[in-house]
């Protein structure tokens, strides 16, 4: 597992009337730290409020744990007839060269906007229409405080009778030393009318534009696997990942983060022990707390290593299924993740 120094109560990322969710942050020129997280009104219900009132938020702090301040929303609504023109979700901050490249997910429906306190289903039309239109997208600027360009159309969509058929979310880029991306994502698979259950892929492209060619036909993990939500960086020997075990079957606790490693970034295994983090940490009032969930895991890398562990967290007890509450969290690491 890795080492982990207290997590700081007054740390992170809040704010008051929205759920915040995802977290990925960048050092930008001004020397200060800025994070782009997911909100949406907390008088929808958090699942399945994001997919259908999300929007991508910047917040800055001085140091890397925080406190973060919103700043600015970067990733408004903006019309139904745009890709991402009612959600966008996922935010993964990366710097390529002079260019600061905002990967994330677009989603759009042609329903109204839900009124506050009304019931929001995962089978209400508005959601199934909003999970069905998911895609990958990325928006660019020469410095975190913008202005960014977005484009007019996803730069992974989805293919016809393969395992992202469905829909593709949860970008995880990994940035080459040439430039080029090896893009892990989330996808799902239509079978009948309905879609199967998530699985990861891979795809690369020579430039953060695209185009972006899927390196397998197949999700790189068994379906039994059942993980979501994969951060990937590059090491010495091929690329390592952590991701959120969504039953435990593979970490020993359910919602806990998996390690593996790959030569290449298609072929993947398990570390052993494969257990990467749990939702019980210690905070730096002394107290041990469990989260409700701990997800959407991001290192930021410092001098090519992991310093810091951002992840949206919950108060809930069932995941976000009773939570009352979400926020951004920062971890601080005592020493680089152990090899596996």
Same mark, same amino acid.
């Not at 677009?106 to 239109?133: K, Q, W, Y």
């Not at 690369?204 to 993990?221: D, M, N, Q």
């Not at 951060?231 to 990942?241: P, R």
């Not at 989260?291 to 967290?313: D, Q």
């Given at each position: ?19 915040? %969710? ?17 909100? /949406?009104?907390?008088?929808? #219900? ?36 745009? %890709? ?5 979700? =996922? #935010? ?40 069905? =239109? ?13 202005? %960014? ?20 979310? !949860? ?54 696997? =059942? ?5 990937? /960086? ?33 072929? %993947? ?23 409700? !969930? ?28 009773? &939570?009352?509450?979400? /926020? ?11 090899? &596996?």
């Amino acid at each position: 597992m890795f080492s982990f120094k207290p997590a700081p109560v007054g740390g992170g990322f809040r704010m008051e009337g929205y759920w915040v %969710w995802c977290g990925s942050a960048v050092k930008g020129e001004d020397g200060r730290y800025h994070l782009f997280a997911s909100r /949406w009104p907390d008088s929808l #219900p958090m699942h399945p409020g994001w997919l259908v009132s999300s929007e991508v938020v910047r917040a800055v702090s001085d140091t890397p744990e925080g406190p973060y301040t919103y700043a600015e929303t970067v990733l408004p609504a903006r019309g139904a007839e745009y %890709w991402d023109g009612r959600s966008t979700h =996922n #935010p993964h901050i990366v710097r390529i060269g002079d260019t600061y490249v905002l990967y994330y997910m677009g989603s759009t429906h042609p329903f109204a906007d839900p009124e506050p306190g009304e019931p929001l289903r995962p089978e209400d039309p508005v959601t199934v229409v909003a999970r069905s =239109n998911k895609r990958i997208g990325i928006a660019t600027a020469s410095r975190p405080e913008g202005p %960014w360009l977005r484009r007019d159309e996803p730069v992974l969509t989805v293919r016809p009778g393969r395992f992202d058929s469905f829909l593709t979310s !949860n970008p995880a880029p990994c940035v080459m030393d040439d430039g080029s991306v090896l893009l892990v994502y989330k996808a799902r698979k239509y079978e009948g009318f309905r879609h199967g259950e998530m699985t990861i892929g891979a795809a690369k492209a020579p430039h953060f534009e695209g185009p972006y060619t899927r390196l397998a036909e197949g999700p790189l993990f068994p379906p039994d696997f =059942n993980i979501e939500d994969p951060f990937v /960086w590059k090491t010495e020997d091929g690329f390592s990942m952590i991701a959120k075990d969504m039953t435990g079957r593979l970490c020993g606790e359910k919602y806990g983060g998996i390690r593996a490693y790959s030569p290449d970034g298609v072929t %993947w295994s398990l570390c052993d022990p494969p257990k990467a983090y749990s939702r019980t940490f210690l905070w730096d009032d002394g107290v041990t707390r469990q989260a409700g !969930n701990l997800e959407r895991p991001f290192l930021l890398m410092e001098g090519g290593v992991p310093t810091y562990l951002f992840a949206a967290a919950s108060d809930g007890t069932k995941g976000f299924h009773d &939570c009352t509450k979400t /926020w951004n969290m920062v971890i601080p690491l005592k020493e680089g993740p152990p090899t &596996c």
